[in-house]
């Protein structure tokens, strides 16, 4: 597999400026590691601390949100353009807790995908189903929509560097882990989807995480799946033990 891994942090709204930069400090040396792509996806305010804090090191920054036009009256919000300018490299679009808490829907996450990257930022993408659909056995349905609404119109050389995240929405801060054969079979079926409205080298070039209390006891099994090239990470994103992550 020529996949490169990547592991995000994905450190929601946590993290003051100041303690941002004492925990990249903290991390350092706990996340070098030149086969994997390490990324911090830090809040708005952090952005420019830490990509100062992160000079010279392998890890690179991503931001949690920006807003779909470059500049204008659109009062609170922050660009692509702006977060290029700021050093940012990756930007999470679709996370489950922006569909929920903030009604964003896959025909406004389409439009984010297609700024992200005609700004020149990677696009993590999320998509995971909630518990009641992985009950009624309809994962694979509502993350196909998923993923084909927010992947409409976009080329295919885009999205063999673009990143997808499998979140299952029930794995999420919960302390519960999708296994990891669950885990497999739906990053696998999102690969296969690929190969489905793409082609078989986009399908292959796509990195694709997993997501979901993934941590120091269970990262290795997951990114031993062929599928699975690395994590998206909520809470052991915080502390040392994303080093841990970061080396399994
Ligand atoms: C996330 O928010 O993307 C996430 C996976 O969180 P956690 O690791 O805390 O479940």
């Known amino acids: 597999m020529s996949r490169k891994r990547i592991i995000a942090g994905n450190w929601k709204m ?47 920054v991503g931001a949690e949100n920006f807003y779909i036009e470059d500049k204008g009256a659109y009062t609170g919000e922050i660009s692509a353009p702006m977060l290029v300018d700021a050093g940012v490299k990756y930007v999470i679009i679709g996370h489950s807790e922006r569909r929920d808490y903030f009604k964003e829907d896959d025909t406004f996450l389409n439009k984010k995908v297609k700024k992200a990257i005609e ?5 993590i993408l999320c998509c995971g189903e909630s ?17 084909k609404s927010d992947l409409a119109g976009v080329a295919s050389d885009d999205v063999k560097k673009l990143v997808i995240a499998y979140e299952p929405i029930w794995a999420i801060g ?7 054969d669950q885990a497999q079979e739906v990053c696998k079926g999102i690969r296969d989807l690929i190969a ?23 990262a ?11 994590g998206l990470i909520g809470g052991a994103s915080l502390k040392a033990e994303f080093g ?5």
Do not use: F
């Open 174 to 180: 919960t302390g519960k882990t999708a296994t990891s």
């Open 131 to 147: 518990l009641e659909q992985r009950e009624l056995g309809v994962t694979m349905d509502w993350i196909r929509l998923q993923i």
């Open 196 to 218: 489905e409205i793409y082609d078989a080298p986009t399908a292959e070039a796509v990195r694709i995480q997993y997501g979901g209390s993934m941590n120091a006891g269970n």
């Open 244 to 248: 841990q992550v970061v080396n399994a």
């Open 220 to 230: 290795a099994e997951l990114l031993a799946k062929p599928d699975i090239d690395g």
């Open 14 to 60: 946590n993290m003051t400026p100041s303690e941002a930069v004492k925990l990249v400090e903290e991390l350092k040396p706990l996340v070098v590691n030149d086969d994997v792509d390490v990324v911090y996806c830090v809040p708005a305010i952090d952005i420019v601390p830490v990509v100062e804090a992160v000079k010279g090191t392998n890890v690179q």
């Open 119 to 123: 700004a020149g930022l990677t696009p």
